[in-house]
């Protein structure tokens, strides 16, 4: 029987992946903001943390709780954030800053509280909930874009720092899943995006709101790849989930490429000499 620590447990993905865990015979540990959380197969193995994880301290307040509740922690899973969406320049300090504490220094500070104990056990799974924006950004995604390239990039620095152990780092990249992301997230109202922001942007936020309710992505789906994915003796460091992620990666390795083939003589052009 594993114990998951799963952040983000009251709606979404988060909740999904805490049921199909405890499905699968496990126990899991779960963070809420408030209120509580109403998953599927609970009985006694669900206990859940009530935390803020954008107050200073409770991040790493929260795993030291979580670690203490069963003395040992298999599987982490840092799944908890939100969306700040919206043209860069309409966007303020304070929702950047909120975004980053609880999409990306929230993450890291649990998996620097949490890998000490794990070294020890000699075996772990961590796994950091991403988004195929943080791989193919598009219009009016430029503050969630770089939050969750910052998680792909630490995790994917964490998963080379822990090669020949154990213990193995995946960052997973969903793209749309019906969840209630789109209701939480921070976003501007119909007509409330500035004029000079009327065209991509705005194109952008139109779409999204079209497609709410309405996402291909089955977050329970989603969830039994995860937790197949943890069972995995040899797992994969980048994981996507979802055609229409599958889809926009594809089509910005084919931009990249296209692109380093054009400047390529510029690019070697920098080499010194000798």
């Not at 669900?46 to 795993?63: F, S, W």
Request: hydrophobic content about 45%.
């Amino acid at each position: 029987m594993k114990v998951w620590f799963i952040t983000g447990v009251s709606r979404g993905l988060g909740q999904a992946i805490a049921a199909a865990a405890l499905a699968a015979g496990d126990r899991v540990i779960g963070t809420v903001r408030n209120g509580t959380a109403h998953v599927e197969n609970a009985g006694d193995r669900l206990h859940l943390l009530t935390v803020d994880l954008a107050k200073p301290g409770a991040a790493e307040a929260a795993a030291r709780q979580a670690l203490s509740v069963h003395g040992r922690i298999d599987i982490v899973v840092n799944n908890a954030g939100f969306g700040v969406i919206g043209a860069l320049d309409d966007l303020t300090d304070d929702q950047l800053e909120t975004l980053f504490e609880v999409d990306v220094f929230a993450g890291i500070r649990i998996c620097r509280t949490l890998l000490p104990h794990i070294r020890v056990q000699g075996a772990g799974r961590i796994l950091n909930i991403t988004s195929v924006a943080g791989r193919a950004p598009g219009a009016a995604t430029a503050a969630y874009a770089a939050a969750k390239a910052a998680v792909e990039g630490f995790s994917a620095a964490l998963a080379a720092e822990l090669t020949g152990t154990d213990i193995h780092v995946t960052a997973i990249a969903p793209g749309q899943f019906r969840t209630d992301f789109l209701e939480n997230a921070t976003m501007p109202k119909d007509g409330q995006t500035s004029a000079q922001n009327g065209g991509a942007a705005a194109k952008a936020l139109s779409s999204l709101r079209q497609v709410n309710q309405r996402q291909l992505g089955d977050p329970a789906r989603a969830a039994a790849v995860i937790v197949e994915l943890a069972q995995a003796a040899h797992p994969p460091t980048h994981l996507l989930l979802g055609t229409d992620a599958l889809t926009r990666v594809r089509q910005k390795r084919d931009q990249m490429d296209a692109e380093m083939t054009a400047w390529e003589a510029q690019t070697r052009s920098t080499d010194f000499d000798d």
